[in-house]
């Protein structure tokens, strides 16, 4: 089982919202990733979990705040957001992160579509 | 730094064409490299992957080959289908950058019956 779940399918919030998007693994997973696509362009990386810890924040608002309650488990908070958030956003999964002998093959859910009003 | 450069599109073949994507790259250490597919409306599916020079990864008809000595991973299908019409997005990840992969811009397929 290679799937990673997100959801919901399809958001649209105002810019006083406080909304929270969903990613579940059950592939015993040790790092998660958020991604931004805009349309047309390849994916933005956001955040990175290790072993349930923050190990990467791409200089991301703070608008946005992720959370990885445990293993298997992912949140993307959203408060205040802005009408050029409006965007995919992706949640992969691998392994682990690359290491010496290991290799960071991510596996991707198949995205909330977020539109700020 | 990493970067992946993809052949630009838009590519349109009629059914049962060959299918060429060429994706060269740089990298700083040994990379990993993969292809992925996002069909419209939907997110991204690994299509096939590479960890090292020579090896050769393959998945639904399409393979791709790592070729050290040009720094390429040109992905190829003998026969493609309406069905294969999607987004196709070269990548690599480099264990010295360890969580970031480096993504091609995308090459947009588009199969006509």
């Known amino acids: 089982d290679t799937e990673v779940t997100q959801t919901p399918k399809h958001l649209v919030m105002g810019m006083t919202n406080k909304k929270s998007l969903k990613c579940e693994q059950h592939?015993?997973?040790?790092?998660m990733y958020w991604y931004k696509q805009k349309a047309k362009k390849p994916p933005e990386l956001m955040f990175v979990?290790?072993?349930?810890?923050?190990?990467i924040n791409e200089s991301v608002p703070s608008r946005f705040s992720p959370e990885c309650p445990n293993s298997s488990l992912l949140n993307l908070h959203l408060h205040a957001l802005q009408p050029e958030d409006s965007a995919l956003y992706l949640c992969?999964?691998?392994?682990?992160?690359?290491?010496?002998?290991?290799?960071?093959?991510?596996?991707f859910g198949p995205g909330t579509r977020l539109t700020v009003l | 730094g990493n970067s992946v450069t993809q052949m630009e599109g838009p590519v349109t073949l009629s059914e049962e064409a060959f299918l060429t994507i060429n994706c060269t790259y740089t990298?700083?250490?040994?990379?990993?490299l993969f292809w992925y597919v996002q069909y419209p409306g939907e997110g991204l599916q690994l299509l096939l992957k590479?960890?090292?020079?020579?090896d050769k990864g393959s998945n639904k008809g399409f393979e791709a080959t790592y070729r050290k000595e040009t720094t390429s991973f040109h992905l190829e299908k003998g026969s493609v289908q309406v069905s294969d019409s999607a987004v196709y997005f070269c990548?690599?990840?480099?264990?010295?950058?360890?969580?970031?992969?480096?993504f091609g811009d995308g090459t947009t397929l588009t199969v006509k019956p």
């Open positions: 992969a999964s691998s392994q682990e992160l690359a290491g010496p002998i290991s290799t960071d093959t991510q596996y």
């Open positions: 979990y290790s072993y349930e810890k923050l190990s």
């Open positions: 590479a960890t090292k020079a020579d």
């Open positions: 990548a690599l990840s480099v264990n010295t950058n360890a969580g970031k992969s480096t």
């Open positions: 592939m015993g997973h040790r790092a």
């Open positions: 990298a700083t250490g040994y990379p990993s």
